[in-house]
Nanobody, 125 residues
Framework: QVQLVESGGGVVQAGGSLRPSCVAS????????IGWFRQVPGKERDFVAA????????SYADAVKCRYTISRDNDKNTVYLQMNNLKHEDSAVYYC??????????????????WGQGTQVTVSS
């Protein structure tokens, strides 16, 4: 049974940092790309960042480029999302997801097979 569990969200002031993590079980972790998405009520789930199974390739949404860094530790089956200089508009539920699709499709939520339950990030202005 595949499980993805996010943690590390919270409440932070604008300009602050958070580092959510995603721990996976039940899959061959190094063989899966991992993506982070975020969603606010009433809106679609948006791509944030993704990392390939080896960690050698990363991709970021324009809105978070240069502020967020995605990384992974395959020995710990964990992916991290370092979020710096947070803005009020970064507030959302953040989800991690796993996929085996080719890298060209990595930004699409429909490409992902497994999802975590989400972790809330709230940035106060």
């Amino acid at each position: 049974q595949v499980q993805l569990v996010e943690s590390g969200g919270g409440v932070v002031q604008a300009g602050g940092s958070l580092r959510p993590s995603c721990v996976a079980s039940g899959l061959t972790f190094s063989g899966d790309g991992i993506g982070w998405f975020r969603q606010v009520p009433g809106k679609e789930r948006d791509f944030v960042a993704a990392i390939s199974g080896s960690g050698g390739s990363t991709s970021y949404a324009d809105a978070v480029k240069c502020r967020y860094t995605i990384s992974r530790d395959n020995d710990k089956n964990t992916v991290y999302l370092q979020m710096n200089n947070l803005k009020h508009e970064d507030s959302a539920v953040y989800y991690c997801a796993a996929t085996k699709v080719s890298w060209i499709r990595i930004r699409g939520p429909n490409a992902y097979d497994y999802w975590g339950q989400g972790t809330q990030v709230t940035v106060s202005s």
